[in-house]
């Protein structure tokens, strides 16, 4: 077996969960940590990676066994590995991200967390280790990505109305508002909205449901065409 003299740095995943439940605030998936370093505060759901583990798979695992969500899309992010970020000593941490509806997925602590719960992003607690500057490079790449890649709609129900997914946009972008007229334009010329009937059993004028059109949007990807999605999702408030 091969040796050298090199020290070894661990490697740690974590995992930035954003969740969606129809109202003017995204929520983020915190675990209370049950261990030291950091007893008793929130962090990011992860731990560190098993020897024979692929990075996202440990990803994936963590996430599970600390708030019991699975089944997800992760998106790798970025790579934190400043000295002195774990008091544990030299950890480089691969962090990754991940968008859903609320409703689908419930968070139940378990393995080492003492808690999880959904906070909203605006309201976060005192945070773990640098887990802030991860989330603050998460949400900056889920504002710059919702603008050409239609990924929102991961955070939505299968069928939603236009006025659903404008809350969403607003909500993600941080704006209060944007031109109504101006924003279904914009959303109807990409094509990859498909309509599906009207609303039921509501109490006012039933309004229209659409549904993502996956087979269109990848008709644009494969003709390289999108700069028609950037165009037509780069909204102005």
Known sequence: MFTYEYPRPSVTVDVVVFGYDGGRDLKLLLIQRGGEPFKGQWALPGGFVDMDEDLEASALRELEEETGVKDLFVEQLYTFGAPGRDPR???????????????????????????????????????????????????NRLRAKVRYQPIGFELLPEEFTLAELQALYETVLGVPEFNKRNFRTRIMKTGILEEVGRQENVPHRPAVLYRFNEEMYQQLMDQRDSAVLRRALDFEI
Do not use: C, K
């Open 89 to 139: 000593g030299r950890v480089i941490s691969v962090a990754y991200f991940a968008l859903v509806n609320l409703t689908d997925h419930p968070a139940v602590a378990a393995s080492d967390a003492e808690q999880a719960e959904w906070y909203p992003l605006h309201e976060l607690p005192e945070l773990a280790f640098d887990h802030a500057r991860i989330i603050d490079m998460a949400t």
